[in-house]
């Protein structure tokens, strides 16, 4: 128990152990499970774009006789494309370039993720309990959850979302320096280009309970 205390009070050591874990116990598991195949629509199209952007284009030209390979999810005017925003195909064209599979792109972003919901932890709790939260997270969702035996994505908005409200604790206290609002703005980013609905009410409630802080300055200033 003591070493685990002096471990989570290491903050960037259990940030990076919340996003390797998850990573390397599933890559570990592979030959009982394998790399998932898509089933689901959802999975085609973001997997559509991700090969859109791992080739460099933005969309792909309509094929001439589009009107016989029409799909659910997917647009075949005025362009071949994907219909969701490009969060998740953005992974999935990393993995695609780099490894050569657009899998390796989930299993980066269920890692990031981890690694933001740590970050956040840490700024609400006390580093024990940020540390076993961020454990379990990594545990239920990075191993066996959908997310990461999928290509539905969740772990581009959940980056994003972590990265918002890991932010709101330490904006709010004095000499919290640069990075939280970096992190702010990638997250805000992040979100409206993953869940852009949700993303701005989460944006939004978070300009509102910033709003005390902010005028505080101001009339300090």
């Not at 980066?108 to 961020?134: D, K, N, T």
């Not at 972590?162 to 330490?170: F, K, V």
């Not at 990638?186 to 309970?209: C, E, H, K, Q, W």
Request: aromatic share 10%; with cysteine; glycine share 10%.
């Amino acid at each position: 128990l003591g070493a685990f205390h002096r471990l989570a009070n290491k903050r960037r050591t259990a940030i990076l152990i919340c996003g390797l874990s998850p990573v390397v116990i599933r890559l570990a598991l592979l030959g009982v499970r394998p790399v998932p195949e898509p089933s689901i629509h959802d999975e085609f199209s973001h997997l559509l774009l991700g090969d859109t952007l791992a080739h460099g284009r933005l969309a792909n030209p309509p094929h001439l006789f589009w009107r016989h390979f029409e799909s659910i999810h997917i647009l075949q005017q005025p362009t071949y494309s994907s219909m969701y925003p490009p969060a998740q195909g953005c992974f999935l064209a990393l993995g695609e370039v780099l490894f050569h599979e657009p899998w390796a792109g989930v299993v980066i972003s269920v890692g990031l993720m981890c690694m933001a919901v740590c970050w956040m932890m840490q700024g609400w709790l006390p580093p024990a309990w940020a540390f076993y939260g961020s454990l379990l997270v990594g545990l239920k969702i990075g191993i066996v959850g959908f997310w990461i035996n999928s290509y539905m994505g969740g772990a581009a908005a959940a980056i994003g979302g972590a990265l918002l409200i890991g932010s709101l604790p330490r904006l709010r206290r004095e000499g919290s320096g640069m990075l939280p609002s970096v992190f702010l703005g990638l997250g805000v980013v992040i979100l409206m280009n993953s869940r852009p609905f949700d993303g701005a009410l989460l944006t939004f409630a978070a300009l509102v309970y910033l709003a005390p802080a902010l005028f505080k300055q101001k009339r300090l200033v």
